[in-house]
T-cell receptor, first 112, second 113 residues
């Protein structure tokens, strides 16, 4: 597609439930990033995929968070046993190497 | 440990005047810097960048200045327009390109009529 697409755009879930967030990067972009922005905070790096290399998971805040990417296509971010502090806007970005990021519009996750 | 710092959470500027957004960094390995702009309910969009081999980059109303000795950069918008009201994120990377960005917390710029 023309841009980075994220779904759903909004998600309200009960504490303790699992959620799955999806990102469709721009076709041909080899790099894919997940960030989150909690209320009043900056962009917090979560995970980075580059081609077929092992992902950089150094930003994942706990083992409840995981992400997958099949080749250079869709990525899913899964949060298990959601907590209220997981409430945030989750942003996905893709890029061609060294060419800058294109962000999606994000998924606003609210844990109640 | 925050490597990219934007110490002003918000800034209010009158329409037509200059807006100056500041950013400080601590990692001396950073050599490429970018500014992103974010409207509510949208993802950040790239605005302007600068490589550490330069001290200034200009694009229309937007100019970014880099002071490597002070580890400081700033974004100047002149003249400020109502559509400039947004959150501005400073970002930095090491390795000369736009991969592996570290972002600041953002500054909410409000342009007053």
């Amino acid at each position: 597609g023309a841009g980075v697409s994220q779904s759903p755009s909004n998600k309200v879930t009960e504490k303790g439930k699992d959620v799955e967030l999806r990102c469709d990067p721009i076709s041909g972009h080899t790099a894919l990033y997940w960030y989150r922005q909690r209320l009043g905070q900056g962009l917090e790096f979560l995970i980075y995929f580059q081609g077929n290399s092992a992902p950089d998971k150094s930003g994942l805040p706990s083992d409840r968070f995981s992400a997958e990417r099949t080749g250079e296509s869709v990525s899913t971010l899964t949060i298990q046993r959601t907590q209220q502090e997981d409430s945030a806007v989750y942003l996905c970005a893709s890029s061609l190497r060294q060419r800058g990021y294109t962000f999606g519009s994000g998924t606003r996750l609210t844990v109640v | 440990d925050q490597q990219v710092k934007q110490n002003s959470p918000s800034l209010s500027v009158q329409e037509g005047r200059i807006s100056i957004l500041n950013c400080d960094y601590t990692n001396s390995m950073f050599d490429y810097f970018l500014w992103y702009k974010k409207y509510p309910a949208e993802g950040p969009t790239f605005l302007i960048s600068i490589s550490s081999i330069k001290d200034k980059n200009e694009d229309g109303r937007f100019t970014v200045f880099l002071n490597k000795s002070a580890k400081h950069l700033s974004l100047h918008i002149v003249p400020s327009q109502p559509g400039d009201s947004a959150v501005y994120f400073c970002a930095a990377s090491a390795g000369g390109g736009a991969d592996g960005l570290t972002f600041g917390k953002g500054t909410h710029l409000i342009i007053q009529p």
